[in-house]
């Protein structure tokens, strides 16, 4: 089956640890994303890749990182510089920038 | 104020009724995109247009450009189209050109 798979589905971590998101397609999609969800607020972009090797920073990149070394793969790391990083977060991809995108089922992240 | 308005932030219908939810934008824009988003936090994208009006099974999308406005029917709705239906818009200008923004949602409830 093709599509989109984020790990772990929720993940627990201290505060001033650093924690990385899973996020794999199976779709052949050249662009990726990176988005937050808050309570009572619409998603924020976090990161976005266009093509293997090649990341651009969203709305809200501070605290996070981000690498496309594969096309399949596109990893995030919260880091502890992330002040609020309590949060849902999902990935997605599309075929290409302009594209209708295609959701992941979400990673909560909780930090104690 | 929002790039991306929604109304209602809240529905509440019968079984069987007609619902509309609005979305207002005031960016230049190249798509909006409807999506649906379950209690679970998993995200489905059902329309992505640019003019004129999209049709797939009871959902119904209309848009229009001139008045930067976009409506999503729902017909003879049911008890499992309960989630939250999110409008988000592909920017057509500048350096963020074909990023999403998003809508806070609209939460819909279809009582039995």
């Known amino acids: 089956d093709g599509g989109i798979t984020q790990s772990p589905k929720y993940l627990f971590r201290k505060e001033g640890q650093n924690v990385t998101l899973s996020c794999e397609q199976n779709?052949?999609?050249?662009?990726m994303y990176w988005y937050r969800q808050d309570p009572g607020q619409g998603l924020r972009l976090i990161y976005y890749?266009?093509?293997?090797?090649?990341?651009q920073k969203g709305d809200i990149a501070e605290g996070y990182s981000v690498s496309r070394e594969k096309k399949e793969s596109f990893p995030l790391t919260v880091t502890s510089a992330q002040k609020n990083p309590t949060a849902f977060y999902l990935c997605a991809s599309s075929m290409d920038h302009y594209n209708e995108q295609f959701f992941g089922p979400g990673t909560r992240l909780t930090v104690l | 104020k929002n790039e991306v308005e929604q109304s209602p932030q809240n529905l509440t219908a019968q079984e069987g009724e007609f619902i509309t939810i609005n979305c207002s934008y005031s960016v230049g824009i190249s798509a909006l995109h409807w999506l649906q988003q379950h209690p679970g936090g998993g995200i489905v994208s059902l329309f992505m247009l640019s003019s004129g009006k999209k049709k797939h099974g009871r959902l119904i999308a209309t848009i229009n450009i001139q008045e930067k406005h976009s409506s999503l029917h729902i017909t003879a709705s049911h008890p499992r189209d309960s989630a939250v239906y999110i409008c988000a818009v592909s920017r057509n200008y500048g350096g963020s050109q074909g990023n999403l923004i998003f809508g806070k949602g609209t939460k819909l409830s279809v009582k039995p």
């Open positions: 890749s266009q093509i293997v090797n090649d990341f």
């Open positions: 779709l052949n999609h050249d662009a």
